[in-house]
Structures are given as C-alpha cells and as structure tokens.
C-alpha cells in the first residue's frame, strides 16, 4: 500500500515497518499479567482463595448465583424441635437414631445426638435412598426414614393437618415408615439461616445478581426460607444430581455462580461458570471441585469478589483502550504523512521509545486503578459480549484522531524550519500527550470526579514518563542516541500545549456526559 502511495522503495518500507510497530501493544503483554496477579493478592488476602485466575474476569458476566441452602445459607446445625409419635409402640426417635449412625449429614447427626443416650439396637441392611432418606432393619424390623415428598408421590396415608402445623413453621421434616408403608411419626427439626446471608442476598440483588436456592428439602419449609432472606427463586425437593442440571438449564440464559459446602455439591461446583466452596464447613471434594474457596465462609467476601472481577474487566480495558487509542495516533499521523507526501514524522527510535517505555507505565498505572463502589450498580456482562464495542471502538477512534491532530500540528510547526525538526516536535507531542491520555483512561468518568489522589500509580507514571522524555531532549548524548534536535523555550511550550489539548477535549466531553452531571442539568 504504502509503495502505491511513494514510488521510494525504502521509504514505503519505511513507513510499514513503522505502522506495524505502532500497531502492537507491547506493553499488554506486561499489564494483564500484573492485573490480574495483583487482584489475586487482594481477593487472598479478603478471604477469598482464587484456584483458577479467569474466574476473576468471568465473574463479571455472572446473572444468576445458585447455592444450596443446608449448610450454606443455614447454619447447618439442626435441632430438634419436637418429636411426633403416631404409636404407642415404638420408639420413633430411637430407631431413626439407630437408622441415621453412621450418616454424616447434618439432619442424621441432630437426630443421633438428640436421640442419646442410645439404646442398643440391632441394625443390618442400612441402604441409603438419594432424594429419599435411608432403609434398613432394626431388631429385624424394616424400617424407612423418608421425606415429606415420598409421602405424597406414594398417597401414603398421614395426618395432613398436623403436619401443616409444623410446615407452616418452616421446619424440616424427617417421617419413619415400616414396611406396609404406615406412617409411624416424625420428627420436626429447624435450621436458622446464618447472620450474614440476607444482607448478602440483598448485596447479589442490588448487583443485578439473581439469586437462586437449591435444596433436597420440602417447599414449604423452602418458601419459608426463601422469603425470610428475600431470596426471589428457589427450586426444592431436589436429588443430589438435579443440582447440576438445573446449573446447566441456568447457563443457557447467562452466566452462573454456584455456592455449596458438601460433597453432593461437587458436580454443580465443577459445572457452574464459577464454583465457590466453603472453607471451613466444606468439604475437601466441594473445595477440589471448586474454582474459588470462601476461606472465612463470610459471604460479604463473595460480594468483594464481584467488584474485584469487575475491576479486573475495567482496568484491562481501560489499559487496552489506552495502548490502542495512542498507537492509533501514531498510526494517523504515519497514514496522514505517506498520503499527503510528508516526510516521515517519527524515528524508528522514537517508536521504540514510546512503545516499550512511556507506554509501559500508564497502562501498568491502569492496571492498579483501584475498585471503584459504582462498578457494583453495572448490570453483568453478556458473556458473549467483547472487549471491541461500539462505544470503545468510536472512543479509540476519536481519542486517537485528536492526539494525532495535535501530532500532526506539532510535525507541521517543526516541519517548517527542518525534517529533524519536525519530527523532534512530533515525537515529544505525542509521547507527552499519551502521557497525559494515560489519566483519561483510568475511567469512564471525569478527573473532577474521579481525583487524581486515588491513584497514585499514575501519577508516578507520568512522573516517570515525562522525566525520561525530558532526559531524551535535553541531554546531548541521548539526543544523539535518539536522533532528536536542541528546541527553543516556546517550542517546548508548544509541545506542552499541543501535547494537553486532546486530555482537555477529553476530560470536557466525559464531564458533560456524565450521569451525575445529567442529573445535576435537570
């Protein structure tokens, strides 16, 4: 192409080795890294144990948070509350406490413990039912501890009125049967929610998060528990299998979260976009299963986790809009210059100097852009949707062609005493003007609410930036090494004032277009 435009051979080649050296971003292959390396630290250092690093950025596109309720946003510590013997001759306490010994689940060991001290009862045959209960024989005796499901799928006869009684209490029920199917009593056992859960429901809500419980137990005492945490969906009765499918049937819409603690959780933490263990009631198969561990079992953590992914999106971005919007610059000026028959506006060395140092430290100043409270009022990320929107492409396209202008302006100034010249000014205007761009990246929102107080990074970088362009310019050797010409005070000024314009452009339209300056218009 560019031969087409000049008939100079070397002078094209010129110019395209330097349009494809523009054109890479060297330094993204440093700030992802770093990023994402640093807002591991943070999350470890929260609480929160992250086993696979792109569950940071996939947090971000997350719609639905699906969790278990027994043990995750209960306590998991059942009691007993009352129990309701149908005969006179059994012990239904003590035959389910024979039946559930060697059970693990929290509801086999309530009943274990409230039943001591134990009778020495013959047990054979123990046979476990998933999404049932448990089957075996005491004092040769069969024997099946159910839930409320199994009596109504069944038409098992029961007493329908006292056991609304304790359902409407939001209690558990656990029923033992014998062998003719007769239902011998039950037991009523309650589970508090934990302390912190409803505010972290409210949290996942406020975020645009739907979330979801799942649970193995009856609806009734799930509606009650879905309403005191105002939890808006919930799915109960549930086989420890169908947690995995329902993820799946989730997934089809968005993105999915999904929090358990035991081991029937394992496959729906390994299925889900993201699966969160609890680090001190999990188990170690939930936690192998796991892409995240909540080392405290503190949900506020998870709720720091989502804000930090959102960083982590928002500052890669933001690095990548900054790397690219100034490399589009550089590539107008190059495309202005072949086009118009204009010497070339940059050194090779100069591209360099700009590419691997002063581009370097605002994109890595952006990467360590804290998380900002407003990211937890954005709506989740489609999953499907990338980095190369509409609005960011029309942005590095725009924030490109007024720090080439200001190039161009500078090339052309200089261009009228020599080519070195001109391409000293143009080489100082747009390394000092991608230093000042580097703020303008920080955020979508303006410096006036944004402060430059709370990034230090930046201001380092510019610092940084701005005193290796100074040495560049000002000590001979360099001069020499970089191939720029001495400049006169008003030269410098002009660079100065050029290089500002296209931030201050910036800055006014992001000022203006803000929602909290449109609110303030009305």
């Known amino acids: 192409i560019f031969w087409t435009i000049s008939s100079n051979f070397s002078f094209a080649l010129l110019l395209a080795v330097s349009v494809f050296v523009i054109a890479c971003p060297h330094a993204l292959g440093l700030a992802v890294p770093l990023v994402v390396s640093r807002l591991t630290s943070i999350s470890a250092k929260n609480g929160l144990l992250i086993q696979n690093r792109t569950s940071l950025e996939k947090i971000n596109t997350i719609k639905y948070a699906l969790m278990d309720k027994t043990g995750t946003l209960t306590d998991g510590k059942f009691i007993v509350r009352d129990v309701i013997d149908f005969t006179d001759e059994t012990d239904i306490l003590q035959i389910m406490a024979a039946l559930e010994g060697s059970s693990t689940h929290p509801i086999a060991q309530s009943i274990v413990s409230a039943a001591k001290p134990l009778k ?13 209960g448990i089957k075996g024989q005491v004092n040769q005796n069969f024997y099946q501890i159910v839930n409320y499901k199994y009596l109504r799928e069944n038409q098992l006869s029961y007493d329908e009125q006292k056991i609304a009684q304790y359902l409407d209490l939001g209690l558990t029920l656990s029923f033992l049967i014998n062998e003719q199917q007769d239902v011998l009593g039950f037991i009523a056992l309650g589970d508090s929610p934990k302390a912190d859960a409803k505010a ?24 009650k528990i879905a309403s005191a945490l105002n939890i ?19 997934q089809k819409k968005a993105g999915v979260l999904f929090i358990g603690d035991g081991v029937n959780d394992a496959p729906a933490l390994k299925q889900s976009d993201i699966g969160v263990a609890m680090g001190i009631t999990g188990t170690e198969v939930s936690k192998d299963a796991s892409s995240m561990i909540l080392a405290d079992d503190n949900f506020a953590t998870i709720i720091k986790a989502v804000l930090n992914g959102r960083n982590v999106y928002r500052n890669i971005k933001n690095a990548i ?10 590539i107008i000026a190059v495309l202005v210059c072949s086009v118009a028959a204009l010497p070339s506006p940059f050194k090779p060395v100069h591209l360099l100097f700009i ?7 605002p994109a890595l100043a952006i990467g360590m852009e804290p998380s900002d409270p407003e990211l937890l009022k954005q709506k989740p990320r489609k999953p499907e949707e990338g980095i190369l929107t509409g609005k960011f492409v029309s942005h ?11 190039t161009m302006a500078a090339f052309c100034m200089g261009l009228n005493r020599s080519d070195a010249m001109g391409a000293t000014m143009a080489f100082a205007t747009l390394t000092l003007a991608r230093l000042f761009h580097g703020f303008t990246c920080r955020s979508e929102r303006s410096l006036v609410d944004l ?8 201001i380092g970088a510019f610092a940084a930036g701005t005193l290796l362009l100074a040495a560049v310019l000002f000590l001979p050797g360099l001069q020499i090494l970089f191939e720029v010409t001495p400049l006169s005070g008003i030269e410098y000024a002009t660079i100065l004032g050029l290089a500002i314009t296209p931030t201050i452009f910036i ?16």
């Open 120 to 132: 020495n009862l013959k047990v054979e045959a123990v046979e476990n039912i998933p999404g049932v």
């Open 200 to 223: 972290f429901i409210n949290g996942l809500l406020a975020q645009g998060i739907t979330p979801v419980m799942l649970t193995g137990d009856n609806k009734e005492t799930a509606q």
């Open 232 to 250: 808006p969906e919930f799915r109960a009765e549930l086989k420890p299998e169908d947690k995995a499918e329902i993820v799946k049937e989730y």
């Open 321 to 330: 809009q900054f790397l690219l919007s100034g490399n589009m610059a550089a």
């Open 355 to 361: 590419n691997l140092l002063t581009d370097s430290l």
């Open 396 to 406: 590095l396209f725009g924030y490109g062609a007024l720090i080439a202008a200001a």
């Open 451 to 458: 402060k430059f107080s709370t990034n230090l990074w930046s």
């Open 507 to 522: 800055q006014g339209y992001k000022f203006i277009t803000s929602k909290k300056r449109k609110n303030l218009l009305k």
